[in-house]
């Protein structure tokens, strides 16, 4: 029992030693690990306010972020919004463009409508044509085609306008070299007034004469009249007036030409000559319906010569061979036949000169002659009436021309010339009526020549029928 508390003791107190051992070695592992715990935990708080820190920089960041953000979208949405009245102002403004070039090119356009009426003017409304007006218009009009200034090109049309203006109130007599009607050049004087008297007088006062309008539509609008007989006088009289600065001076004319002067003013010609004058106001038309008369012309004679040189005396011919075809006096018929010129000839022949063949076969034999006789005895007939048909329809395709021409005219010079009016729709009637004149005989001789065949053709079947019945009985 000792011995074990003993051994008690010995190990409680080596126990104890290593205890304290024990202890002291884990007294300071405590004191280690709670100095690495303070310094865990400063790191802790430390890395934990810089966290905080950072988070509270990145917060703020946030905010600011979310504040320009906010701001741009702002931004962009008013951006959008001006893009849009932009884009709708981009529109508008195209449109305002788009109209302003509309109107510049309607600008430019009736300017070039001004400048060829004007050029028009020039030249058909004055005799003493002025090159340097034209050479103006022309420079004009290069300015138009290049898009020049139109505000400028406007101002010199105008400029133009009022010099022709001046002009119309001009009088001018001038000494120059002239022409007459005779192809003869002598001295003389030539006299403008405005754009309503033209005149000339030579030196020797033998010739004179005067321009007026010609009331057509092509593109002389102005024609010296020179056979004006008793006129001479008084236009002799006018220029040596106007020439000697008289006060006051009568012309002897309509200045206002409100009808057709020059037919009253001109000595008459021949019929012939009142013919071509019509002729050539037809225009190029007329040419046309002049070969379809000639050709109509040249058909109706060749057929009625060759109808009477076919059936010349047919009944009597007929008449003789009938009584020789009787008395069985074939060969007499076949020689006589052969003498003569014609259908009905050409088809004796060819039927008696078979003397063995049956009835059917001369019936035959005179049907192939028939067929081979009917088309030459029609023969251009189709064509004629096709001519008499075409005449007219020419005529028409001038008529339309000639109106077609008319208005044009109208459009440049207006409608305040009657004169002008009345002229220019009768030359354009001219066509129409020379087509009728052409078609009316051509459809008639197409009928009477049509009747004609028809009868040769009856005869040639009536007196084929007879020779066969008399033959081949």
């Not at 508008?92 to 028009?120: A, C, F, H, P, W």
């Not at 403008?192 to 004469?209: H, P, R, S, V």
Request: charged fraction near 25%; aromatic fraction near 8%.
């Amino acid at each position: 029992m000792k011995i074990n508390t003993i051994i008690s003791i010995i190990i409680l107190v080596s126990s104890s030693y290593l205890y304290a051992e024990e202890k002291n070695k884990l007294y300071l592992e405590h004191e280690r690990v709670t100095k690495l715990l303070e310094q865990a935990e400063q790191s802790y708080w430390k890395a934990k306010y810089k966290l905080i820190e950072h988070k509270q920089f990145a917060k703020d960041e946030i905010e600011e972020l979310e504040n320009r953000y906010g701001d741009l979208m702002k931004h962009r949405n008013s951006l959008k919004e001006e893009i849009l009245s932009l884009k709708s102002e981009n529109k508008e403004i195209s449109g305002i463009i788009d109209n302003y070039k509309m109107r510049v090119s309607e600008i430019y356009s009736s300017q070039m409508k001004t400048i060829d009426s004007l050029t028009n003017f020039i030249r058909r409304n004055n005799p003493f044509t002025d090159q340097k007006d034209l050479i103006i218009l022309n420079n004009l009009r290069t300015m138009i085609e290049k898009k020049i200034n139109f505000i400028s090109i406007a101002d010199k049309i105008l400029q133009f306008i009022d010099s022709k203006i001046d002009a119309s109130e001009e009088s001018t007599i001038y000494h120059a070299d002239i022409l007459n009607k005779d192809k003869i050049l002598k001295k003389g004087k030539k006299i403008k007034l405005g754009y309503i008297f033209y005149g000339y007088i030579t030196d020797d006062e033998k010739d004179a004469g005067i321009a007026l309008r010609t009331s057509t539509i092509n593109k002389k609008a102005f024609e010296w009249f020179e056979d004006i007989s008793s006129y001479k006088d008084s236009i002799t009289k006018t220029i040596n007036k106007i020439d000697n600065k008289n006060d006051i001076t009568f012309l002897p004319i309509d200045v206002m030409q409100s009808r057709a002067v020059g037919k009253s003013y001109k000595e008459g010609g021949s019929i012939f000559k009142k013919f071509l004058s019509w002729y050539h106001s037809g225009g190029i038309v007329m040419y046309g319906i002049l070969l379809v008369l000639l050709y109509a012309l040249f058909i109706t004679i060749e057929r009625i010569i060759f109808y009477r040189k076919n059936h010349l005396n047919a009944d009597t011919l007929m008449t003789s061979m009938l009584s020789d075809i009787k008395k069985k006096k074939i060969d007499n018929v076949i020689k006589v036949c052969k003498e003569e010129k014609g259908s009905i000839s050409r088809m004796l022949v060819d039927v008696l000169e078979e003397k063995n063949i049956s009835r059917n076969e001369a019936y035959n034999k005179m049907q192939e002659v028939l067929l081979h006789e009917v088309p030459v005895i029609e023969k251009h007939l189709p064509t004629l009436k096709s001519l008499g048909a075409l005449a007219p329809l020419l005529g028409l395709l001038g008529t339309v021309s000639g109106m077609i021409s008319l208005f044009d005219v109208i459009t440049t010079y207006g409608t305040g010339d009657p004169k002008l009016l009345a002229g220019g729709i009768a030359e354009a009637l001219v066509t129409t009526e020379f087509g009728l004149i052409v078609a009316i005989p051509a459809i008639l001789c197409h009928r009477m020549l049509l009747n004609i065949a028809e009868h040769i053709i009856s005869d040639l079947e009536r007196y084929s029928l007879t020779v066969l019945n008399l033959c081949w009985k």
